[in-house]
């Protein structure tokens, strides 16, 4: 498994967001706005999937974002 993670605008560092998915799983969360109380700087950060990263095991980041959920995020801006 791995977590989705926001960056602290504060901070700069990672914060755990409580979901917990596996890359090919991340397609399927939303790109909905959504509040999170900071671990980091003690805060409420609004952030959305567009602003996370995947850490995977021990902070392996995933930085390419999967071809499909491109794809499925341009069809939304349309």
Known sequence: MAMVMIRCPKTGRLVFTGIETDAGSVNFIPPVNTRL????CGEIHVWSILDAELVCGHLDTVSEI???WKARL?????
């Open 74 to 78: 341009a069809k939304l801006g349309r």
């Open 37 to 40: 109380k900071c671990t980091r």
């Open 66 to 68: 999967p071809r499909e």
